[in-house]
């Protein structure tokens, strides 16, 4: 069992930037491969990015492309959501998940284990 606390969020301007942080519990961080997900009020979650076990494959949404970066440092058992250029359509419930995949998907549903989410508000 991981349990996955996510911390960061909050009120930020168009324009501007977060950093988003994932801290799992257990020492087994770096087996699962990390996603990063959200959802707005009225929508369905969706993807936002992933990122394998070792950090060197990444994928994301082509609504965030080139604004988003996801990282992960397993040796300080961390994953982060670096969003620049933020739009008011970002704002959302950011989820971070873990799967024990064989490699990370963009679908939610295959994911195991769920932070309980950091609201991020970006106003126009």
């Known amino acids: 069992q991981v349990q996955l606390v996510e911390s960061g969020g909050g009120l930020v301007q168009a324009g501007g930037s977060l950093r988003l942080s994932c801290v799992p519990s257990?020492?087994?961080?770096?087996?699962?491969?990390m996603g990063w997900f959200r959802q707005a009020p009225g929508k369905e979650r969706e993807s936002v990015a992933t990122?394998?076990?070792?950090?060197?494959?990444?994928q994301y949404a082509d609504s965030v492309k080139g604004r988003f970066t996801i990282s992960r440092d397993n040796a300080k058992n961390t994953m982060y959501l670096q969003m620049t250029s933020l739009k008011p359509e970002d704002t959302a419930v950011y989820y971070c998940?873990?799967?024990?995949?064989?490699?990370?998907?963009?679908?939610?549903?295959?994911?195991?284990?769920w932070g309980q989410g950091t609201q991020v508000t970006v106003s126009s």
């Open positions: 998940a873990a799967t024990t995949r064989s490699f990370p998907t963009m679908a939610p549903s295959l994911y195991d284990y």
């Open positions: 257990g020492r087994t961080f770096s087996t699962y491969q």
């Open positions: 990122i394998n076990r070792t950090g060197g494959n990444t």
